[in-house]
């Protein structure tokens, strides 16, 4: 079976400092990973996605992540938070075993304070 | 621009009584799922949909329906039997061909409220 964690429901950055929102997953098998964010009663929008290849993905916003298969990780960061970033942000993962299905983990609300 | 929408944006219930949720994609996917949210949750799956007339339930389908009659819609019941349903609604659709790496493309939710 497959789970995912983030560890810190609510992650409070100041503006133009560094974005690290963690997600660690669990999976028998090869994962494709992905973070999506969700602004306040929208959909959620692909930040980027990990397949296979390079371990570090850059995605849009200017945020990247970096598939650790030793550490079963895929931690989102930022170099600089900016206002807009506040939003709630789910990793999630898809098995290569698991038929079409995804498996969200529970979100991180990030907040920027001026 | 291709996409996925969702209607209503927001809509209220009566206890008793069903309502559907509009799904139309026009990104030529086919697959397609819907997805409930509620707070500090995350997004628990319904049922999905690979192909035309043919669907599986989710982790929580229950007191939920769905029909596929076409590629491009995806509608959801929620039907009386369904005990807590005010929460937002979640469609979504993915490419089947390419393999497993295509990712998840979301509509903008419907609200339910249930007074």
């Known amino acids: 079976a497959q789970s995912v964690t983030q560890l810190g429901s609510h992650v409070s950055v100041s503006e133009g400092a560094l974005v690290l929102l963690r997600c660690n997953y669990s999976?028998?098998?090869?994962?494709?990973l992905f973070w999506y964010v969700q602004y306040p009663n929208q959909g959620l929008q692909l930040l980027l996605k990990?397949?296979?290849?390079?371990?570090l993905v850059k995605g849009i916003n200017g945020f990247e992540a970096e598939f650790k298969k030793s550490e079963t990780s895929f931690h989102l960061t930022k170099p600089s938070a900016h206002m807009s970033d506040a939003a709630e942000y789910f990793c999630?993962?898809?098995?290569?075993?698991?038929?079409?299905?995804?498996?969200f983990g529970p979100g991180t609300r990030l907040s920027v304070l001026p | 621009d291709g996409g996925i929408t969702q209607s209503p944006k927001y809509l209220f219930r009566k206890e008793g009584q069903n309502v559907t949720l509009s799904c139309e994609q026009n990104?030529?996917?086919?697959?397609m799922y819907w997805y409930r949210q509620d707070p500090g949750q995350g997004l628990r799956l319904i049922y999905y949909?690979?192909?035309?007339?043919?669907?599986q339930k989710g982790d929580i389908a229950e007191g939920y329906s769905v029909s596929r009659e076409k590629k491009e819609s995806f509608p959801l019941t929620v039907t009386s039997a369904q005990k807590n349903p005010t929460a937002f609604y979640l469609c979504?659709?993915?490419?089947?061909?390419?393999?497993?790496?295509?990712?998840?493309?979301f509509g903008e939710g419907s609200r339910l409220t249930v007074l």
């Open positions: 979504a659709s993915s490419k089947l061909a390419g393999g497993l790496n295509g990712e998840l493309f």
């Open positions: 999976s028998s098998v090869p994962p494709y």
């Open positions: 990990y397949t296979t290849g390079a371990t």
């Open positions: 999630a993962v898809r098995a290569t075993n698991y038929g079409q299905n995804f498996v």
């Open positions: 990104l030529n996917h086919d697959a």
């Open positions: 949909s690979q192909i035309v007339n043919d669907f």
